[in-house]
């Protein structure tokens, strides 16, 4: 009983040990149920905010200190459902965009074929976009387009521009590239949140066209949390969702080690964060990411990092939820 106590006192520690992501054993996607995935890229979002390339080991120094159990739920996510560190995925030419995209891909055909559901820590947002080329129409899909689950600040469908700072698959194309490819159905999606600072007044527009479920802040903050999260589960019911998670669309008090920070209007606060998350459960999530945490602009403690490992849980806790109901 003294040596249980003195495991769980140390392992409680994020300062001690090898760092994996909470805790977990580091292995292969092979006979897991979840897979948890570093992406240590930032070459889809140009040249002035690359350090989101540091946002995976960041999590990994402070996940140890996150929740073990999920009280809302009542899981113990760890013990119900088989779950590793299956590492980074490797970028031998790391700033090549178009090449990271495809290595990205390639590393998640495989956790698809293992039948792993992967959930992602990046990394800037174009991750996003070489991750669901694997996973939409894929096995755990079920051969099936997958619907976005989306909070951000931003679209990330913006093809009135070709390219950024010369990445085609960038942090500002997935959205609609993926619908060209069919790999998701924009419209049994839902981006939420939007707010970012735009440069023309018809930035949204993409979005309509290609017919994804737009709800801005300013909608947000109209119609409420409750009759969001309604919209939410009707538009996804049914489908094989994938939730990404732009950690810009958090107000920048609690989330400040942010690309592409957006001060200008107030972002979601955690608790709306988390529920607009949950309108998710118990659906079939084939996976989730993180992305574009800035640890070289995080607060000394590691606020943005500890957030992210939060959002972080939620989605692990409701694959889990769902792992233990099969």
């Keep these: 009983m003294a040596d249980e106590h003195d495991r ?14 909470f805790r977990c054993p580091n292995s292969g996607p092979e006979d897991q149920d979840i897979a948890l995935v ?3 890229h930032s070459a889809g979002n140009g040249t002035t905010e690359r350090d989101q390339h540091l946002g995976p080991r960041a999590l990994r120094n402070v996940s140890a200190v996150q929740r073990r159990v999920h009280a809302q739920f009542g899981i113990d996510p760890w013990n119900a459902a088989r779950i590793a560190d ?7 030419r790391a700033n090549d965009n178009e090449h990271c995209i495809e290595q990205i891909t390639k590393f998640y055909q495989t956790i698809d074929d293992a039948g792993a559901r992967p959930v992602s820590v990046g990394g800037d947002h174009s991750i996003t976009g070489g991750i669901v080329q694997a996973l939409g129409c894929g096995k755990i899909a079920g051969g099936e387009p997958i619907s976005f689950l989306h909070l951000d600040a931003h679209t990330d469908v913006f093809t009135k521009v070709d390219h950024f700072l010369g990445a085609h698959k960038s942090a500002a194309h997935w959205g609609a590239y993926l619908a060209d490819q069919g790999k998701v159905d924009p419209t049994r999606s839902m981006q939420i949140g939007l ?37 939410s589960k009707e538009v996804l019911a049914g489908r094989p969702v994938y939730i990404t998670f732009d950690l810009d669309c958090l107000d920048p008090t609690i989330a400040p080690g942010v690309s592409n920070i957006e001060p200008g209007e107030k972002g979601f606060d955690i608790d709306e964060a988390i529920s607009l998350l949950r309108a998710a459960r118990g659906m079939n999530i084939v996976g989730g990411d993180v992305v574009c945490m800035m640890p070289t602009k995080d607060s000394p ?13 939620e989605m692990v806790a409701m694959i889990a939820e769902n792992v233990a109901s099969e």
Excluded: C, K
């Design 86 to 92: 299956v590492g980074d995925v490797p970028f031998p």
């Design 38 to 40: 570093g992406v240590p």
């Design 301 to 313: 403690n590691n606020i943005t990092a500890l957030t992210a490992a939060a959002i972080m849980f």
């Design 195 to 231: 707010r970012g600072h735009p440069r023309t007044l018809d930035w949204l527009q993409p979005s309509y066209d290609y017919g994804y479920n737009v709800v801005t802040m300013q909608e947000f903050r109209h119609r409420g949390l409750e009759d969001v999260v309604a919209q």
């Design 8 to 21: 769980s006192m140390m392992e409680n520690l994020y300062w001690w040990g090898i760092p994996t992501m």
